[in-house]
C-alpha cells in the first residue's frame, strides 16, 4: 500500500546526509529527521493516540509542523491542519467536527487557543511546540515506534475547506491521494530532488504548500520553512538559503515583485515559482518576469477536494509564442492520471469550447467529507468530482477557467464572467488590487461592480479606466459602478480574496443607506 511515510522512509535511507530541513538556526538531515518524526510518533502513541484518531495543529510553519505531517500518520492518526486565520468559533468548530483527540500548539496561537478553548465540547491533550527547541521535548523522553499507517486509501490528513461559501467541511485526503498528485506533478514537470529547495512561505495549514510536503519529500530536496509570508523575509530566504521553488498565491506573488527590497535581492537561484488558489493577473505574471527573465512560472489549478492539482500550466506554456498567446490565459493541461470533462447543469458533457462545470476524475481526489456524507454524494454526483468552476477546453486539451459559477454575473440574460473583468482591469497601471462582483439591477438583474485598491501613489481615474476595459472586452461586460478603496480587499488564509465578504460589505452600506434616506428600517 502506497503510505505517504513511504517517501520519508526512502529519503533515509537515499540520502541520508542530505538536508531535509531548514528553520532558522535548526538543520537536520534525512536521517535525523525521519529518527525525530518515529520519535514523536512514539510520543503520540504515549498520549493515548490510537490509528484513526484526529491530531490537530494550530500552528505557524516550522520545522515542527513538518515533522507532525509524517508523525500523525506515523502512528496510525490523521493530521488536522487548523487556519490559524480563523475566529475562536471557527476554530472550535473545526476541533469539535474532527474530534480532534490532541492538539498541537505553537506560542503564537497560544492565545487564540486559550480563547477558543471554552467552545470545544471535549477539550483535547494538548502538546507544545516550544519556541527555540521545536518538538525536543517529544524526541528526547520518547523512543521510536515502527509505522502504524496502512496506507492506500486509509485517510492520511482532513482538511477544512475556507467556509467562504457556507458551513466548512472536512476534505479527507488518503495517502494515495498525497502521493499520486506529487508523482503526476514531478512526471509532468521532469523535475529530481538533488538540488531542489523548496521555500515553505506560504501557510502550511493550506492544502498547497502543505501538497509540497509530500512532493520535496518523494524526492529527497530539501524543506526551507520560514514562520509566515512576509515579502521581506521570503526574498531574504530566497538568497540566503538558494531557493529553487516555491508557491505563493497571486496576491503574494504580487506583494514580492512590488516589494522595495526585490530590485536588492539575489533572486538568480529561483527556478520555478507556483502559484495557485486565484487566477494571476496578467499585469503580475508579465511583471514578475520582467523582474526575473530566467524564472519557470507554473500555474497549479485545483482545489482542495481535487488533492489539490487537476491540471499544471508549464513554464513554456507561460512564454507561447505570439500565436499561442491565448493559451498563458489557461490553467495547462491536465496532470497524468486526471480526467477533466466540461458538463451543463443537467450532467451532461459539453464539446470543445463550450462553456460549463469543471468536472474531475483521479486517483488523488478526495474521499469525501468527513461525517458528512450527504454533501460527499452531491460532489461525487454522476461518478464526476463537480469543482464548482466554471470552464471549457479547447482542442489541444488546454483548459479555461471563466469562473467560479457562483461567482458569475447574468446581466440583461448575458453571463459575464468576474475573471476575465478583472483581467482586464488589472492591466492598467496603478492597479494593486481588484475584485469584480454582481450587484442587483432593477432593469438588468445584475450589473457589474469592480472594487479596486491601487499601488501606492497610484491615482485611478475611472472613466480613462471604463476607456481602457472597452478596448479589451465587450461593452455588456465592463463595470457599470466603481469603487476605489484606500485598504487592500480582505483576504482568506489562503490569501484569497472574499468576495462574498464583499458583497455583503456592499449590501450592508446599501441598506444603511437607504434607511438614512427614507426613515425606513
Known amino acids: 500500500m502506497i503510505r505517504v511515510t513511504q517517501a520519508l522512509r526512502t529519503a533515509q535511507l537515499q540520502y ?161 491521494a498525497h502521493i499520486l498528485n506529487s508523482m503526476a506533478m514531478w512526471a509532468t514537470l521532469g523535475l529530481s530532488g538533488e538540488r531542489l529547495r523548496y521555500l515553505h512561505a506560504a501557510p502550511m495549514f493550506h492544502v498547497a504548500d502543505a501538497e509540497f510536503v509530500h512532493a520535496i519529500t518523494l524526492v529527497g530536496g530539501t524543506h526551507v520553512i520560514i514562520p509566515r509570508f512576509e515579502p521581506a523575509a521570503a526574498l531574504s530566504a530566497i538568497e540566503q538559503h538558494r531557493i529553487t521553488d516555491c508557491i505563493l498565491v497571486p496576491t503574494m506573488v504580487q506583494k514580492i515583485v512590488d516589494a522595495p527590497e526585490r530590485a536588492q535581492t539575489d533572486l538568480s537561484s529561483l527556478q520555478r515559482l507556483y502559484y495557485g488558489g486565484a487566477p494571476m493577473p496578467e499585469a503580475v505574471a508579465t511583471r514578475a518576469l520582467a523582474a526575473l527573465p530566467d524564472l519557470g512560472l507554473v500555474q497549479l489549478y485545483g482545489q482542495t477536494e481535487s488533492g489539490p492539482v487537476l491540471t499544471l500550466l508549464t513554464p513554456d506554456g507561460h512564454r507561447s509564442s505570439q500565436e499561442q498567446a491565448v493559451r498563458k490565459r489557461s490553467a495547462g493541461k491536465p496532470l497524468l492520471g486526471t480526467d477533466i470533462a466540461i458538463m451543463d447543469s443537467d450532467g451532461n458533457l459539453l464539446p470543445v469550447g463550450e462553456v460549463g462545470e469543471i468536472v474531475a476524475r483521479s486517483g488523488n481526489l478526495m474521499s469525501g467529507y468527513w461525517d458528512d456524507p450527504e454533501e460527499t454524494a452531491k460532489a461525487f454526483r454522476g461518478g464526476w468530482l463537480h469543482t464548482g468552476d466554471g470552464g471549457y477546453m479547447d482542442a489541444d486539451g488546454y483548459l479555461y477557467v471563466t469562473d ?80 476605489i478603496r484606500s485598504e487592500q480587499l480582505p483576504l482568506s488564509g489562503a490569501g484569497k480574496i472574499l468576495k462574498r465578504e464583499l458583497r455583503d460589505e456592499w449590501m450592508k452600506r446599501t441598506q444603511a443607506a437607504y434607511r438614512a434616506g427614507t426613515g425606513t428600517a
Open 404 to 483: 467560479r459559477l457562483k461567482d458569475m454575473i447574468i446581466s440583461g440574460g448575458e453571463n459575464i464572467y468576474s475573471i476575465e473583468v478583472e483581467r482586464a482591469i488589472s492591466l492598467y497601471p496603478g492597479v494593486a488590487q481588484c475584485a469584480v462582483i454582481g450587484i442587483p439591477h432593477e432593469q438588468w438583474g445584475e450589473s457589474v461592480h469592480a472594487i479596486i485598491f491601487p499601488l501606492d501613489g497610484a491615482v485611478i481615474d475611472t472613466s480613462a479606466l471604463l476607456d481602457h476595459c472597452r478596448g479589451l472586452i465587450a461593452g455588456y461586460k465592463c463595470p457599470r459602478s466603481f469603487e
Open 16 to 176: 541520508p546526509d542530505r538536508l531535509a530541513s531548514i528553520y532558522g538556526d535548526r538543520r537536520h538531515s534525512w536521517a535525523e529527521f525521519s529518527d525525530r518524526v518515529a520519535r514523536i510518533a512514539g510520543a503520540f502513541a504515549g498520549l493515548g493516540i490510537e490509528p484513526g484518531d484526529r491530531i490537530a495543529i494550530l500552528a505557524e510553519n516550522s520545522d515542527s509542523y513538518l515533522e507532525c505531517f509524517f508523525a500523525a500518520p506515523w502512528c496510525g492518526a490523521i493530521l488536522v491542519p487548523v487556519n490559524t486565520r480563523l475566529s475562536p468559533p471557527e476554530v472550535s468548530y473545526v476541533m469539535n467536527h474532527s474530534g480532534a483527540k490532541l492538539l498541537v500548539v505553537d506560542e503564537a496561537m497560544a492565545s487564540l487557543w486559550e480563547r477558543t478553548r471554552p467552545l470545544v465540547a471535549k477539550v483535547p491533550d494538548e502538546v507544545r511546540i516550544e519556541p527555540g527547541s521545536g518538538l525536543d521535548s517529544l524526541v528526547g523522553t520518547s523512543g521510536p515506534i515502527a509505522d502504524r499507517s496502512e496506507g492506500g486509501v486509509e485517510t492520511a490528513s482532513i482538511f477544512y475547506t475556507g467556509g467562504t461559501t457556507g458551513r466548512s467541511k472536512g476534505v479527507m485526503l488518503s495517502h494515495a
